[in-house]
């Protein structure tokens, strides 16, 4: 899967659990609490993104996570490593 659909995936599931933002608004360096998003939308977002995507990772995974563009780019290395690339 590239980048840009991962990308896309991770802005379905932002404005899935922010319905105020949409997708178009959202880019790589916009952090999710600057988004309006708290600890409990923010585990959301990780949990149904990884569920798009097919993955299982732990959330503690997640912690180093600084904004959009961070959080695409622990996906595509998660999705990477899963499909043995």
Do not use: W
Not at 1 to 23: F, G, T, W, Y
Request: with cysteine.
């Amino acid at each position: 899967m590239a980048r840009e659909q991962i990308c896309d995936v991770v802005k379905e599931q932002i404005v899935n659990v922010l319905p105020h933002l949409s997708k178009d608004r959202i880019a790589a360096p916009m952090r999710l609490k600057d988004l309006g998003a708290d600890s409990v939308a923010r585990a959301d977002i990780y949990a149904l993104t990884m569920e798009s995507l097919g993955l299982d990772l732990p959330l503690v995974a997640f912690a180093s996570v600084a904004d959009v563009g961070g959080l695409v780019d622990l996906l595509c290395g998660a999705l990477e490593i899963a499909r043995g690339r």
